[in-house]
Structure formats: structure tokens, C-alpha cells
């Protein structure tokens, strides 16, 4: 209910009951006052008879009370007035008029009681007064009762039923309390227009505030509220005036802040306060990303964080990550669909073997289907009714990786409501992803041979226990070939340094040709090689070996002097096989690649326990 109508029936209420109350006291007031002014009345007529009587009885014309008493009855507002004989006179001077006995038990109650008593009928539907009015002997006076009558001092001798009109004190009584509560009423409605006037400017600025509270939790701070008074009401209207219009200013600049720091176009029609809360805590979020992010250990736990960024907190199920190789002309696929492990889908395969063929990769430019559905001829979703949008990562001012969503048509304009929120977290992740590929490019600098690209001892150090227990785990067996490439030394002796290292570039080349690309090739040290074959079985290795031996012997080596042939010995121990530890393992291989050497060299030669002659001294 408003406020000005709960003033409205406040006001109403009160003017009501003061009537009320005002109408029933003044009824009863006059009421009341009639009932005195009747007594009264009647016993002013009382006296007249009483002294009437009086002097009839001394000058002897007590027998001609009767017309006195008609002509009395006559007098306005007086109906009757009849006299009532005691026992006491009758017994004095014998029964008088009929008209003279009691007729009814008020009668006969007086004369018992000698007291007075009064009632209000109804006559003919007007209120009439009756007042029966004892007369007693008494003494005092002159002439007295006691001189005519012989009863003792108090006796009733009758009494006389007066009865009055009072209709037309009623009638004056109502006028009365009609004019009274006439002005009343009109009193109580001129505060009625009063309270409303007077309430008008607080109602309507109530109104006017409310409606700008509701305005402003919809996001709009526009709505003003119109300022009716002079006073705190007038001075409330200019203070919410002015904090709407502070809140429409600050909110607007920190909107347009935030949506240049996310390059977005902010909605003019939109809920400024909604959007500009929605536009921070995309900001915060991505703030929180990058710090969850930097504390990641490798840029493969990154791309995971940020696959699972796009399909939960932007709910695009369909997606695909890629990262540009170092050479800049490959790309590979780092995740699809929240899949690591999955191979390139929504693209084709293609641009995984020739970057360029990316277009996001070759521009460096955002590049959206949803507008130009035929801008990117690489896009193969399978489905016509799918559109994607393509981010590049740059990292040192290249491609360094490209974020790929695949949506269906009518989600197109949501997605691009999230694309700058989206970039928010691609510019945050750029640098620490760029920052863990240079980590990880040291990492494998120093865990490879810079000269032959192998992987040399200290990966073999750093990595060879977590291969151990995976071949424990899965019951396998680890087969460990030691290689030395014979009269290696002559080489350099012969054709210098340069051609020594041809050779050792040459046979790396053979040796990773020769094993499968799970197994690990490992430059031992100078022209001694480590190979360490995965899931073999029995003399599997032998095999391997000696394939190795001979695609080794077959090399030829072209130097600006010379065209080298080549050999190499081997030797093989398999893990847990030969030995319960695999560095032990990793001993008897070097053992028999001894006794390759001793025999002849050229040649493959696979452990066996006789030829470990030191197991004491190791």
C-alpha cells in the first residue's frame, strides 16, 4: 500500500471515530439533559398543583381540581398531568374520583415508597416523559398539610403522573449533533486534503526514488528523481540525484577501461553495472589464470589448464590447440576437445605437415567463420552447420601456438561476446607459455649432444630410473646395446677433427633410423654410443644389433678428400635378464662389447655370465 493512501485512511480513521464518538456523547449528552430538564419540569408542575390544591382545599373549591387539571394538561409540551389518591385521605374523606385510584404498579409503588420515579415510553413513535411525583405531609409552610389532614409528618397523601413531550427537545438534539458532526466530517476532511497535500512531495519522491533503486539494480543510472521542496525532502531528491549520477560516471569509465584493457566494444544498451561487474571478474580471472599458470611446471600443463578454461568456464566443447614448432614449419596438435592425446580433427591434417597452410598461423590475424564462412579453406569440420574461430598466441612477435573453437550457428553470437575475455587469457598465457618452451628448449639443450642432436649421458642419468620402473611395472624387458664405432681414432689422426665428426653426425643418423622411435639413442661419450631397446623379447636384440652392424658397414661417408667406410662393435645385456639392476646391465653390455673388440671387432656379441670375471671387485 502507498504511503500516501496509508496517510489517506490514517486521516480518514481518525475523522471517523471523532465522529463517532463525538455523535454517541452528544447523544447522550442531550439525552440525558432532556431527562433532567423533563424532571424538572414535571416537578415545577408538581409544585403548581400541590399548591393549587392547598388553596382549593382553604377556599373550598377542592371539588373543581378535575378542570384545573385539563386546563393545566393544556399548557405545550405538557400531555397529562393526573392525580393519584393515597389510602390515607381515603380513609380521611372517603373514596374520591375514579379517575383519582392508581392504575398501574408505578402508581402504587409510589404511594407505598413515596418516592419518585420516572421513565421514557414511546407514543404514537414519540418519545414521551413520565414522572410520578409523590406529595407527603409536612409541617412546615402556611397553611400546612397537617392542618386539613390528619396523618403524621411524611405520610403520602397521593401523587400526581405528569407526562411531557419531549420530541421536540429530540429533534432540537439531533439538529444539534447533526450540525456538530456536519462540522466535524468537515473538519476531518479538510485534514484529509491537508495530509495529502502535505504528504504529496514525500509520497512522490518516494515513488521517484524507488523507481530509480529498481532502475539502478537493472543497470541503469539515468533515472532522476524530480526535486518538489525546499526541505530534506527536496535535499534527499538532489543527494540521490547526485549518487546516481557519481555511480553513471565511474561505472562508465571503469566499463570503458576494462573493455579497452580486453579490446571489447562495450553494449551501450546493456546493463552497465552487470557488464562492468561481468568485465572485472573477467579480468580477475585471468589475472588468477596466469598466476595458477606461472606456477605450472611445463607448458603442457599450461595448454591442459587453458583446454579445460575454454570448455568450462567459456563452454565450447569443440576446440583444438596448436603449437607452431620451433622450425616455424610445422604445427602440432597439443589438444582437441579436452584430448591431449587426440590427432588433428577439425582441420586438415596438412597444415600439421605445412604451417603456412594455417592461415592464422601465416597471418598472425584472428580469423572468424562466423562472418566470412569461406575465409579459411583448411577448415574441415564435417559439418556445414559449423563455424569456428581461430586465435594466434603471439609470442615474440610470432605465432607461437593457435586456439581454434568450433561452434554451431546459433551460438556464433555468444561466442563472440566471450572472444575478448578469451584473448584476456591467450595474452596472459602467451608469455609463460613462450617462457616454458625457452625452459624446456634449455632443459633439452642439455640433455641432448649438440653436435649429433642425440640425447647424451645426463639424460640417460636424469631419465633412466622413471624408465626402469615402467618396464618393472609392466613386466617388460629393457635390452642395453653399448656401441664404439672401430679405429675411430684414426680418423681424426688422418683427416683431421672436421671429418671425425661427419663420421659420428653420420652414424647418429643410422642409429636412429635403425631403432624405433620409442626407443632411446644415447651419445655416450666420444665415438661410444648407448642404445637401449624397450619390450624386447629373448634375442630380439641381437637382431637389432646386428642390423645396426650392418646398415653401419654399409655407410659410406663422403669427405672433400676421401669416401670412409666404416664399422662398429656391439654389445648386448638384457634387463632383468642378465642383471636384477639395469645399471649393472648397463656393465655387462660395456663387458661384451669388450670381448667384441678382442675378437675382431665388426661384430655383435651378446653377454654371457662367464665372461663377467670381476663380480667381486664391482
Given at each position: 500500500?502507498?504511503?500516501?493512501?496509508?496517510?489517506?485512511?490514517?486521516?480518514?480513521?481518525?475523522?471517523?471515530?471523532?465522529?463517532?464518538?463525538?455523535?454517541?456523547?452528544?447523544?447522550?449528552?442531550?439525552?440525558?439533559?432532556?431527562?433532567?430538564?423533563?424532571?424538572?419540569?414535571?416537578?415545577?408542575?408538581?409544585?403548581?398543583?400541590?399548591?393549587?390544591?392547598?388553596?382549593?382545599?382553604?377556599?373550598?373549591?377542592?371539588?373543581?381540581?378535575?378542570?384545573?387539571?385539563?386546563?393545566?394538561?393544556?399548557?405545550?409540551?405538557?400531555?397529562?398531568?393526573?392525580?393519584?389518591?393515597?389510602?390515607?385521605?381515603?380513609?380521611?374523606?372517603?373514596?374520591?374520583?375514579?379517575?383519582?385510584?392508581?392504575?398501574?404498579?408505578?402508581?402504587?409503588?409510589?404511594?407505598?415508597?413515596?418516592?419518585?420515579?420516572?421513565?421514557?415510553?414511546?407514543?404514537?413513535?414519540?418519545?414521551?416523559?413520565?414522572?410520578?411525583?409523590?406529595?407527603?405531609?409536612?409541617?412546615?409552610?402556611?397553611?400546612?398539610?397537617?392542618?386539613?389532614?390528619?396523618?403524621?409528618?411524611?405520610?403520602?397523601?397521593?401523587?400526581?403522573?405528569?407526562?411531557?413531550?419531549?420530541?421536540?427537545?429530540?429533534?432540537?438534539?439531533?439538529?444539534?449533533?447533526?450540525?456538530?458532526?456536519?462540522?466535524?466530517?468537515?473538519?476531518?476532511?479538510?485534514?484529509?486534503?491537508?495530509?495529502?497535500?502535505?504528504?504529496?512531495?514525500?509520497?512522490?519522491?518516494?515513488?521517484?526514488?524507488?523507481?530509480?533503486?529498481?532502475?539502478?539494480?537493472?543497470?541503469?543510472?539515468?533515472?532522476?528523481?524530480?526535486?518538489?521542496?525546499?526541505?530534506?525532502?527536496?535535499?534527499?531528491?538532489?543527494?540521490?540525484?547526485?549518487?546516481?549520477?557519481?555511480?553513471?560516471?565511474?561505472?562508465?569509465?571503469?566499463?570503458?577501461?576494462?573493455?579497452?584493457?580486453?579490446?571489447?566494444?562495450?553494449?551501450?544498451?546493456?546493463?552497465?553495472?552487470?557488464?562492468?561487474?561481468?568485465?572485472?571478474?573477467?579480468?580477475?580471472?585471468?589475472?588468477?589464470?596466469?598466476?595458477?599458470?606461472?606456477?605450472?611446471?611445463?607448458?603442457?600443463?599450461?595448454?591442459?589448464?587453458?583446454?579445460?578454461?575454454?570448455?568450462?568456464?567459456?563452454?565450447?566443447?569443440?576446440?583444438?590447440?596448436?603449437?607452431?614448432?620451433?622450425?616455424?614449419?610445422?604445427?602440432?596438435?597439443?589438444?582437441?576437445?579436452?584430448?591431449?592425446?587426440?590427432?588433428?580433427?577439425?582441420?586438415?591434417?596438412?597444415?600439421?605437415?605445412?604451417?603456412?597452410?594455417?592461415?592464422?598461423?601465416?597471418?598472425?590475424?584472428?580469423?572468424?567463420?562466423?562472418?566470412?564462412?569461406?575465409?579459411?579453406?583448411?577448415?574441415?569440420?564435417?559439418?556445414?552447420?559449423?563455424?569456428?574461430?581461430?586465435?594466434?598466441?603471439?609470442?615474440?612477435?610470432?605465432?607461437?601456438?593457435?586456439?581454434?573453437?568450433?561452434?554451431?550457428?546459433?551460438?556464433?553470437?555468444?561466442?563472440?561476446?566471450?572472444?575478448?575475455?578469451?584473448?584476456?587469457?591467450?595474452?596472459?598465457?602467451?608469455?609463460?607459455?613462450?617462457?616454458?618452451?625457452?625452459?624446456?628448449?634449455?632443459?633439452?639443450?642439455?640433455?641432448?649432444?649438440?653436435?649429433?642432436?642425440?640425447?647424451?649421458?645426463?639424460?640417460?642419468?636424469?631419465?633412466?630410473?622413471?624408465?626402469?620402473?615402467?618396464?618393472?611395472?609392466?613386466?617388460?624387458?629393457?635390452?642395453?646395446?653399448?656401441?664404439?664405432?672401430?679405429?675411430?681414432?684414426?680418423?681424426?689422426?688422418?683427416?683431421?677433427?672436421?671429418?671425425?665428426?661427419?663420421?659420428?653426425?653420420?652414424?647418429?643418423?643410422?642409429?636412429?633410423?635403425?631403432?624405433?622411435?620409442?626407443?632411446?639413442?644415447?651419445?655416450?661419450?666420444?665415438?661410444?654410443?648407448?642404445?637401449?631397446?624397450?619390450?624386447?623379447?629373448?634375442?630380439?636384440?641381437d637382431q637389432v644389433a646386428e642390423k645396426i652392424r650392418a646398415n653401419v658397414e654399409a655407410m659410406k661417408i663422403r669427405l672433400p678428400t676421401a669416401v670412409l667406410q666404416k664399422t662398429i662393435s656391439i654389445g648386448i645385456a638384457d634387463f632383468p635378464t642378465d642383471s636384477e639392476t639395469f645399471w649393472q646391465a648397463l656393465k655387462f653390455a660395456d663387458v661384451a662389447l669388450y670381448k667384441a673388440k678382442e675378437q675382431g671387432r665388426n661384430r655383435v656379441v651378446h653377454f654371457e655370465p662367464e665372461m663377467w670375471e670381476n663380480a667381486e671387485a664391482y
Open positions: 500500500m502507498r504511503l500516501n493512501t496509508k496517510v489517506t485512511l490514517f486521516a480518514a480513521g481518525i475523522t471517523v471515530a471523532m465522529v463517532a464518538i463525538l455523535t454517541a456523547v452528544s447523544l447522550l449528552s442531550f439525552r440525558q439533559f432532556s431527562i433532567s430538564a423533563a424532571r424538572e419540569h414535571s416537578r415545577s408542575v408538581a409544585e403548581v398543583v400541590r399548591v393549587h390544591l392547598t388553596e382549593a382545599m382553604i377556599n373550598g373549591t377542592i371539588d373543581r381540581r378535575d378542570g384545573f387539571l385539563k386546563r393545566l394538561a393544556e399548557v405545550e409540551g405538557l400531555e397529562s398531568a393526573r392525580l393519584v389518591r393515597s389510602p390515607a385521605l381515603d380513609e380521611q374523606y372517603g373514596a374520591g374520583m375514579e379517575s383519582e385510584q392508581a392504575r398501574d404498579a408505578i402508581e402504587l409503588e409510589v404511594l407505598a415508597s413515596g418516592a419518585e420515579r420516572f421513565e421514557l415510553v414511546t407514543k404514537g413513535g414519540e418519545p414521551v416523559f413520565r414522572n410520578t411525583i409523590p406529595f407527603r405531609a409536612t409541617s412546615a409552610g402556611a397553611p400546612n398539610c397537617l392542618q386539613c389532614h390528619q396523618v403524621p409528618e411524611g405520610a403520602v397523601l397521593g401523587a400526581i403522573s405528569i407526562t411531557l413531550s419531549i420530541a421536540g427537545m429530540k429533534k432540537s438534539a439531533l439538529l444539534t449533533v447533526g450540525a456538530m458532526v456536519a462540522a466535524v466530517a468537515l473538519f476531518g476532511l479538510l485534514t484529509v486534503l491537508v495530509f495529502r497535500r502535505l504528504t504529496f512531495p514525500l509520497t512522490a519522491t518516494a515513488r521517484d526514488v524507488q523507481h530509480a533503486v529498481a532502475e539502478a539494480v537493472e543497470g541503469c543510472f539515468r533515472t532522476r528523481v524530480e526535486s518538489r521542496t525546499n526541505d530534506e525532502i527536496g535535499q534527499i531528491a538532489e543527494d540521490i540525484n547526485r549518487l546516481t549520477k557519481h555511480l553513471q560516471q565511474g561505472l562508465t569509465t571503469i566499463r570503458d577501461n576494462v573493455a579497452r584493457l580486453v579490446r571489447a566494444t562495450p553494449g551501450e544498451g546493456t546493463n552497465l553495472l552487470t557488464s562492468t561487474t561481468n568485465m572485472v571478474e573477467g579480468l580477475i580471472n585471468a589475472a588468477q589464470f596466469k598466476q595458477s599458470i606461472e606456477e605450472d611446471e611445463t607448458r603442457h600443463e599450461v595448454y591442459s589448464r587453458l583446454a579445460r578454461v575454454i570448455g568450462e568456464v567459456f563452454r565450447v566443447p569443440r576446440y583444438s590447440i596448436y603449437e607452431v614448432a620451433a622450425s616455424k614449419n610445422r604445427i602440432s596438435t597439443v589438444n582437441v576437445d579436452g584430448d591431449p592425446d587426440r590427432e588433428c580433427h577439425w582441420c586438415d591434417p596438412q597444415i600439421l605437415i605445412r604451417a603456412e597452410t594455417c592461415r592464422a598461423r601465416r597471418t598472425g590475424h584472428t580469423i572468424d567463420s562466423l562472418d566470412n564462412p569461406l575465409i579459411c579453406n583448411a577448415f574441415r569440420p564435417g559439418d556445414e552447420s559449423l563455424q569456428h574461430v581461430c586465435l594466434p598466441i603471439i609470442q615474440s612477435g610470432s605465432v607461437g601456438s593457435v586456439v581454434q573453437l568450433v561452434v554451431a550457428a546459433e551460438e556464433g553470437e555468444r561466442l563472440k561476446e566471450c572472444l575478448p575475455f578469451l584473448n584476456a587469457y591467450l595474452r596472459e598465457a602467451a608469455p609463460v607459455i613462450e617462457a616454458k618452451r625457452l625452459m624446456d628448449t634449455l632443459r633439452e639443450s642439455n640433455l641432448r649432444d649438440a653436435m649429433t642432436g642425440l640425447h647424451n649421458r645426463r639424460f640417460m642419468e636424469e631419465y633412466m630410473d622413471t624408465l626402469v620402473a615402467s618396464a618393472q611395472r609392466r613386466h617388460t624387458q629393457l635390452s642395453v646395446l653399448m656401441l664404439d664405432l672401430d679405429f675411430f681414432k684414426q680418423v681424426n689422426d688422418t683427416h683431421g677433427h672436421d671429418a671425425g665428426d661427419t663420421v659420428l653426425k653420420a652414424l647418429a643418423g643410422v642409429l636412429r633410423q635403425s631403432v624405433r622411435a620409442s626407443d632411446l639413442v644415447i651419445r655416450y661419450g666420444g665415438e661410444e654410443f648407448l642404445i637401449v631397446l624397450q619390450d624386447t623379447r629373448e634375442r630380439s636384440a
